[in-house]
Antibody
Framework: QVHLVQSGAEVKKPGASVKVSCKAS????????MHWVRQAPGQGFEWIGW????????KYSPKFQDRVIITRDTSASTVYMELSLLTSEDTAIYYC????????WGQGTLVAVSS | EVVLTQSPGTLSLSPGDRATLSCRAS???????LAWYRQKPGQAPTLLIH???TRATGIPDRFSGSGSGTEYTLTISRLESEDFAVYYC?????????FGQGTRLEIK
């Protein structure tokens, strides 16, 4: 059974960085892309970017291009999303989701940015 | 980017009713890569439909998707209590991936 388990909630100061992890199990990690999506409180979804878990290639939304890095550790079946230069507008639940049809989602990680 | 506009914003229906949710794209969705998700309060979304028509694993046949070009529809033939939630359409044919703003399906 496919499971995506994300790291716990984070509270950050403006200007800081946050790194969220997503550990996958129940399938062949290298065979599927992983995407990151966020949802601000009471809002819809924004796509952040994705990584090819097999070769590590990435692509990011233009909105986040300059301050996001997505990486993976194949030995740990884990994908990471690091977002820098945080502002209050980055307060949201961050989700990892498998492949282009987003068929399985992590439970979400709340990132709160506050001074 | 492809802008997706969902209507109505809120739909008030009763259990057993038929629900029709719409999603309009600002340009034709590439390769028919259009999906629908349901999100219950406090939970991550669940994939319902992908490729316009194809039900995801475990999704009952009372959910169906249709459409082409720039107009898409999610139909729920007989509403059950678990269906009262927020529904999002999403396109994954053109980068960046984009989502509609959601339709809230509430009990009348």
């Amino acid at each position: 059974q496919v499971h995506l388990v994300q790291s716990g909630a984070e509270v950050k100061k403006p200007g800081a960085s946050v790194k969220v992890s997503c550990k996958a199990s129940g399938y062949i990690f290298n065979d599927y892309a992983m995407h990151w999506v966020r949802q601000a409180p009471g809002q819809g979804f924004e796509w952040i970017g994705w990584i090819n878990a097999g070769n590590g290639n990435t692509k990011y939304s233009p909105k986040f291009q300059d301050r996001v890095i997505i990486t993976r550790d194949t030995s740990a079946s884990t994908v990471y999303m690091e977002l820098s230069l945080l502002t209050s507008e980055d307060t949201a639940i961050y989700y990892c989701a498998r492949q282009w049809i987003l068929d399985y989602w992590g439970q979400g990680t709340l990132v709160a940015v506050s001074s | 980017e492809v802008v997706l506009t969902q209507s109505p914003g809120t739909l008030s229906l009763s259990p057993g009713d038929r629900a029709t949710l719409s999603c309009r794209a600002s340009q034709s969705v590439s390769s028919s890569y259009l999906a629908w998700y349901r999100q219950k309060p406090g939970q991550a979304p669940t994939l319902l439909i992908h490729g316009i028509f194809t039900r995801a694993t475990g999704i009952p046949d009372r959910f169906s998707g249709s459409g082409s070009g720039t107009e898409y529809t999610l139909t729920i033939s007989r509403l059950e209590s678990e269906d009262f939630a927020v529904y999002y359409c999403q396109q994954y044919g053109t980068s960046p991936l984009t989502f509609g703003q959601g339709t809230r399906l509430e009990i009348k």
